[in-house]
């Protein structure tokens, strides 16, 4: 709707989703997943990660990621595609061996090879490298850039072309979404430095796991787009969530804040031409990672635990 190529949910399998077991809600939760009116895209949360995709060397089981894809295709959706390089939820034999520059690159390409050589031609975007900068901005020392430098990323993005030559590549990213952010800065560079070498990148994907009580304002969203899109031809919100502070009662305030951060994003995306979409990181508050990994905050999904649907849905709804 309103020039956006998509609007969309991530989801994962059952038994891999936050909150487990839900099974009660799952036909509710499947009905409202399925529905185009709600959403016309999904990523898999987890399913298309290292750790899941290549947990030995070499060998690749597909079925986490494959629930998602499978289900993408049965309810017509576009299918985003996550994540090919990334320091977290690797599987650990990567982090445990010690490598030479050569051997690293080998284990690299192998992956993307096997894992959007599966995917081909079935993934609107691929995430080719996830979180590649620290919280200052410089590279985040991972396995990847202490053993081969920032020539892991040009490496990564070139075999993803390889690989699945329809995929948009996407760098990713979270703390990315304002202008004058150490982080966008480092973004940028990423991005130039693949521009400058040739490398194909076709977008930036900010990840947006934002913070109701202090959001970026609209302004900040298309002033940051913009800087990107100077350089790639699109950029989209990939994990769109906004967390409440949950230590202290939920008040109307706390739910106003979050219903203007999500406008803000819907609105910003509209007025940026090259804004293509935007992903939320699930729909269903119990399948929310937000409390899971930051205590006192979650709440942070249009659907709350009994299925209604906070302000800030109707927020959305009177933007598209
Ligand atoms: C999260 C998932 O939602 C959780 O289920 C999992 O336990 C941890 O990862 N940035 C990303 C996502 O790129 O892959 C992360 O997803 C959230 C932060």
Redesign the pocket.
């Known amino acids: 709707k309103a020039g956006l190529e998509f609007f969309g949910a991530?989801t994962?399998t059952p038994g891999?989703?936050?909150r487990e077991p839900y099974a009660a809600s799952y036909p509710k939760y499947d009905a409202i997943f399925a529905d185009p009116k709600e959403f016309g895209q999904t990523t898999p949360?987890?399913g298309q990660?290292w750790m899941f995709v290549e947990p030995q060397p070499g060998v690749f089981n597909f079925t986490e990621g494959e629930f998602v894809s499978k289900l993408a295709k049965k309810t017509g959706k576009i299918l985003r595609c996550?994540?090919l390089v990334?320091h977290?939820?690797l599987a650990p034999w990567v982090e445990e061996t010690t490598w030479t520059p050569e051997e690293l690159k080998a284990v690299i390409k192998r992956h993307i090879f096997g894992v959007a050589g599966h995917w081909k031609g079935q993934c609107a975007h691929w995430?080719v490298v996830?979180?590649a900068l620290d919280e200052d901005g410089t590279y985040r020392k991972s396995v990847f850039y202490n053993v081969l430098g920032e020539e892991y990323i040009k490496l990564a993005f070139q075999w993803a072309a390889e690989a699945d030559p329809t995929a948009k590549l996407y760098y990713?990213?979270?703390g990315i979404e304002r202008p004058a952010s150490v982080k966008t800065a480092g973004a940028l560079r990423i991005v130039k430095l693949l521009k400058d070498a040739g490398i194909r990148i076709d977008g930036v994907g900010m990840?947006a796991?934002l913070h109701a009580d202090n959001h970026p304002t609209m302004e900040d969203h298309v002033k940051t787009m913009t800087a990107y899109a100077e350089h790639v031809e699109e950029v989209a919100f990939?994990?769109l969530d906004v967390r409440i502070k949950t230590g202290t009662p939920l008040n109307d305030t706390k739910l106003a804040w979050q219903k203007e951060s999500y406008q803000f994003v819907s609105e910003a995306c509209i007025r940026v031409p090259q804004c293509v979409g935007i992903t939320i990181?699930?729909f269903y508050d119990p399948f929310?990672?937000i409390p899971?990994?930051f205590p006192d905050n979650g709440l942070a999904l249009p659907w709350s635990e009994d299925f209604s649907k906070k302000p800030a849905y109707d927020g959305m709804i009177d933007i598209f």
């Open positions: 991530a994962d891999f989703r936050e949360t987890n990660k996550h994540a990334w977290s939820q995430d996830n979180e990713n990213d979270y990840q796991h990939t994990e990181w699930d929310s990672w899971h990994v």
